[in-house]
């Protein structure tokens, strides 16, 4: 039942986004749209613009409470690329109003744990990977989703972004196991 609750609230703030700029949307307007209560809104939310935060943090939880979340990495993405199709007048005035910069440090806190878990599942074929290069690729992996998806959002592109990701994919297969081989590779020879 709460999870009911919290979604109408989120539901309500992102159709009244897709009319209005988020910084001229109040709480009293969400919680009119969905028929709650100002505490019921508080209870779950700090703010306006917690509702964004926890609408990515959502897609990649879900994605986290399967069995082995590294596995489900590309289900993730492609629940982020569903989120930004379905929403995307909404999204286009939340990175008008607090910046693409913004929106993607919140798509980056909700992706970089389940993209440092699917590394980390890789590379037990690569023993002596360290911490650090683990999450310097994860950064680079991470800037390239988030850019092909930040641009379509902003761009007149009226196919689905998963065809974007898919593309991505194929292009960059088979690049994560060169890179972890490097990173491998690298730290025997500053071993010896």
Known sequence: MQQLTKQAVSDAFFRIAAVRSPEKITVRDIVEECGVTRNTFYYY??????????????????IEEQTDPAEHLSDTLFGFADF???????????????????????LSRALDSVLLDALKNRAREY??????????????????????????????????????????????????????????????????
């Open 45 to 62: 939310f700090r703010d306006v613009y917690d509702v964004i935060e926890d609408a990515f943090l959502s897609i990649a939880a879900g």
């Open 84 to 106: 930004l199709y379905d929403k995307r007048a909404a999204m286009r005035n939340i990175c008008s109003a607090i910046g693409k910069d913004a929106v993607k440090q919140d």
């Open 127 to 192: 023993p002596g990977v360290k911490e650090e290069d683990l999450l310097l690729i994860a950064a680079c992996f991470r800037e390239a989703m988030l850019g092909i998806l930040l641009d379509w959002l902003q761009s007149n592109d009226k196919e689905h972004p998963r065809r974007l990701l898919v593309r991505f994919g194929e292009l960059w297969n088979g690049t994560v196991p060169i890179l972890l081989s490097n990173a491998a590779h690298s730290e025997k020879k500053e071993r010896n």
